[in-house]
């Protein structure tokens, strides 16, 4: 409804920001997650990386249908592997300068969430950005907000170096890619990819994004809605 008619217009040039969404037989929750990203007020400059990995429902479908009328998303097709060799195959083929990790099964916490990290990130000329994240329900009603970052573990306004905290770094956000920003140059740099594991494969890559990093930020707002009890999660 929102598209109406019109086809929306590509970006010329690099994206400031590539959103990475591994998808696995998320058709009931997929078009939430999507429409949270693409429509996003005042900041058309993003690419959506999703990666079908072997959904056996209608995922690919409707990845299909919104590729049709959207060409900042980029569709990816693989064989079950897992996710973080679905996201690893997204970071091969993502060109913005500052790279977003979001479930499926998950949304952005508002119309201004991608505008507004970006710019913290790009003002504080930062590697990574944490923000912090809310719960909600299978069902899409939020349970509670502002409950993924902890920020009494940092005494020194809201940039810092990793070697400042000690293993405070590993205390204050949960070691899952999601409400963070990871800037692309460094991830390339450091060679920094997921393992191929089925779970748990997040922990040491944003571990070793965050020691190897140089200059790491906190946004105190909720960046990303986190659905729990889903079936098909990860989790579960």
Known sequence: DAWGEALVQPVAGVPKMSV???????????????????????????????IDDGSTDD???MLDF???????????????????????????????????????????SSGAALRDAYEQAKADDLDILLADGSKMSENGRIERIGIYLRCDTISSGRVFAPT????????????????KLFRRKLLEDKELR??????????????????????????????VEKRDDVKTSLES
Request: with cysteine; net charge negative.
């Open 59 to 61: 995922s690919a479908a």
């Open 66 to 108: 919104w590729k049709d009328r959207d060409p900042r998303i980029k569709t990816i097709r693989q064989d079950n592997a897992g996710p973080g060799v679905a996201r690893n195959a997204g970071l091969d083929v993502a060109c913005g300068e500052y790279l977003f990790f979001l479930d499926a099964d998950d949304r952005l």
């Open 20 to 50: 990475i969404i591994p998808v696995y037989n998320s058709a009931r929750y997929l078009p939430e997650a999507l429409a949270s990203v693409l429509m996003q007020k005042d900041f058309p400059e993003i690419e959506l990386v999703c």
């Open 164 to 179: 400042e905290l000690g293993a405070d770094l590993y205390m204050m956000t949960p070691m899952a890619p999601w409400a």
């Open 194 to 223: 997921f393992p191929s594991l089925k779970r748990s494969e997040d922990f040491p890559f944003v571990q070793l994004a965050m020691a190897l990093s140089h200059r790491i930020g906190i946004l105190r707002e909720s960046l």
